[in-house]
């Protein structure tokens, strides 16, 4: 009989090390830490953050006369419950409790589980079946290897090309940097190395605006007329995230959808940055009650917690995969279902749909409405432009980044313009005073940089 397993002895931790000064710290950071979107060594010294807390962060040392920031980031769209919410805390701790991690070929687990059901649930209707990834842009790795694999599939392998419209951001890995913007994006370096990929013109700007018959033509052609080539259309619905934070109608998708209905061509919503609330609407195909064949989500997927994205599809292009000849998705993460990720994930849908979230973004609409009005009379300021809880100022020539931050710091809020925008994007639980110093800092950005 074998001997009955038993249970690690305990193990003593190790002594933990004091916080380094802010000082010595940076000094390392330069020494060895690369930062997105920047050179190495660094041109400037990042803030250093010692905690956070509600929309609150607490630097390591004072800058421009401020040791609290108001986020005006939710670090990268994706903390929009804010930080150290006692929700997400415990489902943390409760998880540590079971497991961190465990692999996810072969076994299952009860966090995954619950998440992928829960997001076929709040979904669009047609999509059933949820592949778990890493990060955002490698959710959009799945979906469209997702895509090119159907057809080859159903033995329509000249089906691999995508068609995206211009001013698109689809993540910094290799499928979805080609299908960014090819020539006023960031990642136009790699022109002639990147799979060459069709673009449409960019769509009308103005959510509000009325449809341009002649741009909904010019979306009907070019997918006929590459329809034999065309694995997929894929597109951010409604915003324009990372490649200008540009909106457009609604009416767009519905065009789209009947474009890639007529012509065989499967659709593909990126909702990376507009899932779970963003711009008004749960998902931002809702604004068009429009389905597509592949959606991504990630960004605010856990609250900001932890990385964790999903690619989920419709009956159809799971079934054609498995029909094919390699009848596999041949993907899989290592921390693919990760289960510590999947229970933060699981509590911080729950928490977004147990309030009155649709509420708390529109408040926060009127008080960037209200707030960023006046930065339309500002020199050198273009464009003006809210929907749901983003807000955006854009200028007619590029920001002076480091000027615009030092004066939203000096105001005190953290902000982080890029190209000719300087933008918003708070927490859902910003109080409508926070919102207001927001809008503010906005303000002195666009005035300074």
């Known amino acids: 009989m074998p001997e009955p397993l038993t249970p690690a002895p305990p193990t003593t931790r190790p002594p933990t090390p004091g916080p380094l000064a802010p000082e010595a710290l940076l000094a390392l950071d330069r020494q060895h830490v690369w930062h997105p979107y920047g050179p190495m060594p660094g041109r400037q010294d990042p803030l250093v953050v ?11 040392a004072p800058a421009e006369g401020r040791s609290e920031l108001v986020d005006g980031m939710s670090s990268w769209w994706s903390a929009i419950h804010g930080y150290r919410h006692p929700v997400l805390d415990e489902a943390a701790r409760e998880q540590l409790d079971r497991m961190s991690h465990v692999m996810f070929g072969g076994l299952t687990h009860e966090p995954a589980v619950r ?14 079946h949820v592949f778990l990834a890493d990060s955002g842009s490698v959710s959009v790795e ?7 694999q159907y057809w080859r599939s159903l033995g329509r392998p000249e089906k691999h090309r995508l068609l995206t419209w211009r001013g698109g951001y689809h993540g910094d890995t290799w499928q979805p940097m080609a299908v960014c913007d090819p020539d006023g994006g960031m990642h136009h370096l790699w022109s002639g190395v990147l799979p060459r990929q069709i673009f449409a013109d960019s769509p009308p700007p103005g959510f509000d605006a009325a449809p341009d018959p002649a741009y909904a ?22 915003v324009q995230g990372a490649g200008g934070m540009a909106f457009h109608s609604p009416a767009y998708l519905r065009v789209l959808r009947e474009a890639c209905d007529a012509h065989d061509v499967l659709l593909v919503f990126d909702e990376i940055a507009t899932g779970f609330g963003r711009s008004g609407t749960l998902f931002a195909a809702g604004h068009a009650d429009v389905s597509p064949d592949v959606m991504c989500v990630g960004k605010a997927l856990t609250g900001g917690y932890l990385t964790l994205a999903a690619a989920l599809c419709t009956s159809r292009v799971a079934e054609g995969i498995s029909r094919g000849e390699v009848p596999v998705l041949a993907h899989g993460p290592t921390f693919m279902g990760n289960p510590l990720a999947a229970a933060v994930a699981c509590a911080s849908v729950d928490l977004l749909l147990g309030q009155d979230w649709a509420q708390e973004v529109k408040r926060i609409e009127t008080g960037l409405r209200e707030g960023l009005a006046e930065a339309a009379g500002l020199p050198g300021v273009r464009d003006v432009r809210v929907l749901g809880a983003i807000g ?17 710091v000096r105001a005190g809020v953290w902000l982080r313009p ?7 994007m708070p927490p859902y639980v910003t109080g409508d005073e926070d919102v207001a110093r927001i809008c503010a800092a906005v303000r002195a950005s666009a005035q300074e940089g």
Do not use: N
Not at 50 to 60: I, N
Not at 221 to 235: C, D, N, P, S
Not at 418 to 424: A, E, G, P, Q
């Open 115 to 128: 998440l992928a059901t829960r997001l076929v649930e709040i979904t669009p209707e047609p999509l059933q």
């Open 50 to 60: 010692a905690s956070a807390s509600g929309v609150r962060l607490r630097l390591a």
């Open 217 to 238: 033509a010019h979306l009907h052609e070019l997918i006929g007329r590459h329809a034999h080539e065309l694995a997929a259309v894929v597109v951010e619905p409604v």
């Open 418 to 424: 890029f190209r000719d925008l300087i933008y918003t």
């Open 392 to 408: 955006v100022v854009q200028l007619d020539h590029p920001v002076d980044m480091a000027a615009a931050t030092r004066a939203a």
């Open 142 to 148: 799945v979906a469209l290897k997702m895509c090119l």
